[in-house]
């Protein structure tokens, strides 16, 4: 079955801390993987995908196929950062996405 | 780029009545569009996708259903409401073909009394 685990649901760290929000995957088939992030009073929104290898606002993920996991990571945390962050699975061949129950991160001062 | 639409945004209606919500897209043509329900503690749950004008496909029996009369305009509704039907509604779409970015929209806060 396609399915999308996010263990966490709340994450605190303290600023300049590092940040690792967690996703585990499950396909069969060849992953496209996303994480979506909404910030307060704000439309969710992609953040980035695996397929673009790119940093955005200081993030990463990197896609590991043997352990099917596309964790989020970010060196320094800071205050801005905080936000619902939801890792998303797209099945090829399809129009579908499956998205994770998501991880609230908080930043604190 | 591509906006998306919907209305109303906030919603209180009583048990067993109809429900429709509607979603509209500027800005595209041809997209792929969708209805998730958010729920705390729950995530995004896929409710309907459509890759075209009366296409839709449905990823969780319930007590709702959805259209889409024209290809910018996705439609979610239901006869006769449950308590259960409580939530956050994202209408959301994408562009082109295969897996791409979704856009999503402000949402509707459903709450059935």
């Known amino acids: 079955a396609q399915r999308v685990t996010q263990p966490e649901k709340l994450l605190s760290v303290f600023k300049g801390a590092p940040v690792e929000l967690k996703c585990n995957y499950s396909?069969?088939?060849?992953?496209?993987l996303f994480w979506y992030v909404q910030y307060s009073r704000q439309r969710l929104q992609l953040l980035l995908r695996h397929i673009s290898r790119e940093s955005i606002k200081g993030f990463t993920a990197d896609l590991n196929k043997g352990e099917t996991s596309f964790h989020l990571k970010k060196p320094f945390a800071q205050e801005e950062d905080s936000a619902m962050y939801y890792c998303a699975l797209g099945t090829s061949g399809t129009y579908k996405y499956i998205f994770g129950t998501g991880t609230r991160l908080k930043v604190l001062a | 780029s591509q906006t998306i639409h919907q209305w109303p945004a906030t919603l209180v209606q009583p048990v067993g009545s109809p429900l429709s919500l509607e979603c509209t897209v500027e800005?595209?043509?041809?997209?792929?569009l969708y209805w998730y329900r958010q729920a705390a503690g729950r995530g995004l749950q896929l409710l309907f996708y459509?890759?075209?004008?009366?296409?839709i496909s449905s990823e969780v029996p319930q007590n709702l259903s959805a259209s889409r009369p024209q290809d910018r305009q996705f439609i979610l509704s239901s006869k006769k409401l449950l308590l259960s039907d409580s939530g956050f509604y994202l209408c959301a779409c994408t562009t082109g073909t295969g897996n791409y970015e979704q856009y999503f929209g402000p949402g509707t806060r459903l709450t059935v009394t």
């Open positions: 800005g595209t043509s041809n997209p792929n």
């Open positions: 459509s890759v075209g004008i009366g296409q």
């Open positions: 396909y069969s088939g060849s992953p496209e």
